[in-house]
């Protein structure tokens, strides 16, 4: 086991580790073969205010160091990342259930971020507006809004935590970051850790490991903070945005989807095939824009289901610590209950199965269900999890109403030989991001990432981070005298 689980099971406060004096511990499972990996003492709504407040003193000196010295700093993190690759891939593994393949994934990704925050401290700039009164200067200046609070969740914890850390630190923000209860380590005190190593001035970074349980609202009710991050699902983000709105604060909410990879007549079926089952079943389906759905025209349906059972069925399940498994157990236990009490009640619903394999505690192994009647729940809720649903259509308009018919609008996907087809189809899809040609999974540093409905308001990545972690400010200079009326 890895000493990053002894060593970080604390909290990071103002620059200082320390265990939490609440009255229980959170403990920290590997969720393949119920190792105990860490007990951490939770932190209190006290030391979520120690942690905002530390954020709230070390926030002003740090925006005025200058973005060089920012730089600087996130290049020594990226290093950092760099240099332990390996152990913090065998931690993501260890505590997610993550496979080799998905360490792999989440960690280039997580470089990646890690290079455009580099970037990101040099990027805001200010401007002079023109003025209709003679003589005034009107100046624009780009500014950190402050304090950000960020809550990130199990499934890409790493990621999707450096996500909003590194380019709030960048912009001059101070952070408090809340990891999701079952990933701490990965989603947050790693990443004090790294930053710390880094040269990050205490207090700048603040991780607190606790439980609404605990806290209830303190995270996001807490006057310092001046946007919340959040990424998780939407009924929590719900509750999120109403707490934020209530109290006057700025949301940025990355929530669930119900994505659809659509197979029109003319594609590829063999390419489909594979981008399909990679966008259901990377990381067992526990992932925001994972293909729930697999819509396929009734003219080349028989060959693509033939071709994608084979392929699904093809897939290694067990210890993610094996380089060849493909699909490792799910986070914990209640969510191998969900998604086997959700295949149940499709099946008794109507629908049949193609696939349906073994459930050995949270090792679900890959289900493929067809036949779904028209209101099966299962088609318009997230399904978080590996199993994927096969839907017949009668040409595009039908699969623009398959598309559309869910409360959610995060990702899609469509095949199709004529591109230009493709993205004509993808403008009529009520999502934040479509793809034409390639799987629903993507994510990069300089393309807006967000959803519309239910999946989310705001964006992150590229210059939709800037407007996210600074705000705008009007200062306006008048050479020579003003004239008033009175």
Known sequence: MSTYFTELAQQYIDGEWRPGTGSWDI?????????????????????????????????KEWAEAGAYA???????????????????AEVIIAELGGTH???????????EFLRESVRLALRPEGRIVPSPTVGKENREYRVPVGVVGVISP???????????????????????????????????????????EAGLPGGLLNVVITDIAEIGDAFIEHPVPKVISFTGSDKVGRHVATV????????VLELGGNSALVVLDDADVDYAVDAAVFSRYVHQGQVCMAANRVLVDRTVAAEFTEKFVAKVKSLKAGDPSDPSTVIGPLINSSQADAITGA????????????????????????VVLTDLPAGSGILRQEIFGPVALLVPFDGEDEAV?????TPYGLSGAVHTADVERGVAFAKRVDTGMFHVNDGTVHDEPLVA???EKNSGIGRLNGEATVEAFTTQKWISVQHGRSAFPF
Request: with cysteine; glycine share 6%; charged share 25%.
């Open 27 to 59: 403990i920290d499972f590997n969720p393949y073969d119920g190792e105990k990996l860490a007990s951490i003492t939770i932190a209190t709504v006290d030391e979520v205010d120690q942690a905002y407040r530390a954020a709230g003193r070390a926030q």
């Open 154 to 196: 199990f499934n890409f914890p790493f990621l999707l935590s450096l996500k909003s850390v590194a380019p709030a630190l960048a912009l001059g923000n101070a952070v408090v970051l809340k990891p999701h209860q079952d990933t701490p380590v990965v989603g947050g005190s790693l990443i004090a850790r790294i930053f710390e």
């Open 101 to 111: 393949l998905k360490a792999g994934f989440e960690l280039h990704l997580a470089k």
């Open 343 to 366: 295949v149940d009640q499709a099946i008794a619903d109507g629908a049949t199965a193609l696939v349906r394999g073994a459930v050995r505690e949270n090792l679900v192994e890959p």
């Open 449 to 451: 990432f967000g959803g």
């Open 70 to 88: 920012r730089r600087a700093v996130l290049e020594n993190a990226l290093r950092i990342v760099e240099d332990r690759e390996r152990e913090i």
């Open 401 to 405: 109403r398959l598309v559309n018919d």
């Open 244 to 251: 934020c709105a209530s109290h006057f604060k700025r949301s």
